[in-house]
T-cell receptor, first 111, second 115 residues
């Protein structure tokens, strides 16, 4: 299975844009890249998924370079409520559908 | 219900006892996952069910752990002869998992404490 590497933690301030980069050097051709958000005492929540280039939804943007060996989750104008752990996952049907979570990035947003 | 439901929300058990954790997935979801999360740690994959295929049990930590999914819907995770290191939050998720879409919906988890 493709392994992912993300920073363990990041700090930011309210109103700033936050970019969290995930490395996945061994990504397979059919793999998708998915990001989840987890608040304390809650299960993870799907944020965004992409295969290549750029994907944007109402919550975030996902940038994927041509070689797909990394991806960057971009959170515009973060607020205190964006303080959470963010997980990058690589997988899809060729992985047998299994979702493997790494350690995630703990984002702390300060006032 | 609209989301994934897990029961009980909290369970305290004595070391050596067996426990059963229940997961009611979103109706129509063919994929069902179980994870374990210890305090301050990431999610540890346990087992994955997809439709009528044989489950992927590669994450089960020992033969004390087992899971079944009846009728392609409700799933039960059973831990036999519980140990203190089994204490964790057990999370269940379901999804459609087709065409590369790996969006999964998680329940609130069952917090298991073995004393």
């Amino acid at each position: 299975l493709a392994k992912t590497t993300q920073p363990i933690s990041m700090d930011s301030y309210e109103g700033q844009e936050v970019n969290i980069t995930c490395s996945h050097n061994n990504i397979a051709t059919n793999d998708y890249i998915t990001w989840y958000q987890q608040f304390p005492s809650q299960g993870p929540r799907f944020i965004i998924q992409g295969y290549k280039t750029k994907v944007t939804n109402e919550v975030a943007s996902l940038f994927i370079p041509a070689d797909r060996k990394s991806s960057t989750l971009s959170l515009p104008r973060v607020s205190l409520s964006d303080t959470a752990v963010y997980y990058c996952l690589v997988g899809g049907n060729n992985q047998g559908g299994k979702l493997i979570f790494g350690q995630g990035t703990e984002l702390s947003v300060k006032p | 219900g609209a989301g994934v439901s897990q029961s009980p929300s909290n369970k305290v058990t004595e070391k050596g006892k067996d426990v059963e954790l229940r997961c009611d997935p979103i109706s129509g979801h063919t994929a069902l996952y179980w994870y374990r999360q210890s305090l301050g740690q990431g999610l540890e994959f346990l087992i994955y069910f997809q439709g009528n295929s044989a489950p992927d049990k590669s994450g089960l930590p020992s033969d004390r752990f087992s899971a079944e999914r009846t009728g392609g819907s409700v799933s039960t995770l059973t831990i036999q002869r519980t140990q203190q290191e089994d204490s964790a939050v057990y999370l269940c998720a379901s999804g459609l998992n087709r065409g590369g879409n790996t969006e999964a919906f998680f329940g609130q988890g069952t917090r298991l404490t073995v004393v």
